[in-house]
């Protein structure tokens, strides 16, 4: 059964610092991981898409990279503001099931 | 502007009432899903939709129902025999094939007393 785990589930960070996100799924049969970011009470916004065949994804001050076959991912997220607070979900396409698996979420908060 | 609509934002609700949540897209999807948000916990699949008129049970399907019968629609009924329906819920679509990107809605929050 595929299993998505985020740690640390709550970081806390100084505005301009770089920092990473990390992802582990327990199996590696996958068509993409997916990032999101959720605001507290609102819907998830897509952030990232990577593929199964790729290793990662930029877009802005966000880098995604994937390693299937050790099962990680990490979102780095350059220059930290105040405005990245808020809860980053990573979920994994399962080619078993067809399904989105989710992990729980980390929840970010960066001080000005 | 393309997205995702669902409402009411909020839902209030007594026990053994059913209700019924909208959701609407006119991204052009042909997928549809369920998903329901308790706190501190992940999203969990209820119902999802590849096609209309079609539609699959997921991992927590027991006491909700769904309807496909327009690609843009894809209304979720949380039934009394729901044991615990207070949560967020939250519908997805995404274009055919599974490689695809979901699109979340804003969600709506459902509170039952």
């Known amino acids: 059964k595929q299993e998505v785990t985020q740690i640390p589930a709550a970081l806390s960070v100084p505005e301009g610092e770089n920092l990473v996100l990390n992802c582990s799924f327990t199996?590696?049969?996958?068509?993409?991981l997916q990032w999101f970011r959720q605001d507290p009470g609102k819907g998830l916004t897509s952030l990232l898409l990577i593929q199964s065949s790729q290793r990662e994804q930029t877009s802005g001050r966000l880098n995604a990279s994937l390693d299937k076959s050790s099962g990680r991912s990490t979102l780095y997220i350059a220059a930290s503001q105040p405005g990245d607070s808020a809860t980053y979900l990573c979920?994994?396409?399962?080619?078993?099931?067809?399904?989105?698996?989710f992990g729980q979420g980390t929840t970010l908060q960066v001080k000005p | 502007d393309g997205g995702i609509t669902q409402s009411p934002k909020y839902l209030f609700r007594k026990e053994g009432q059913n209700v019924t949540l909208s959701c609407e897209q006119n991204l052009n999807h042909d997928a549809m899903y369920w998903y329901r948000q308790d706190p501190g916990q992940g999203l969990r699949l209820i119902y999802y939709s590849q096609i209309v008129n079609d539609f699959q049970k997921g991992d927590i399907a027991e006491g909700y129902s769904v309807s496909r019968e327009k690609k843009e629609s894809f209304p979720l009924t949380v039934t009394s025999a729901q044991k615990n329906p207070t949560a967020f819920y939250l519908c997805?679509?995404?274009?055919?094939?599974?490689?695809?990107?979901?699109?979340f809605g804003p969600g709506t929050r459902l509170t039952v007393t």
């Open positions: 997805a679509s995404s274009s055919s094939g599974r490689n695809t990107e979901q699109y």
């Open positions: 199996d590696s049969a996958i068509y993409n």
């Open positions: 979920a994994v396409f399962s080619s078993n099931t067809g399904k989105l698996i």
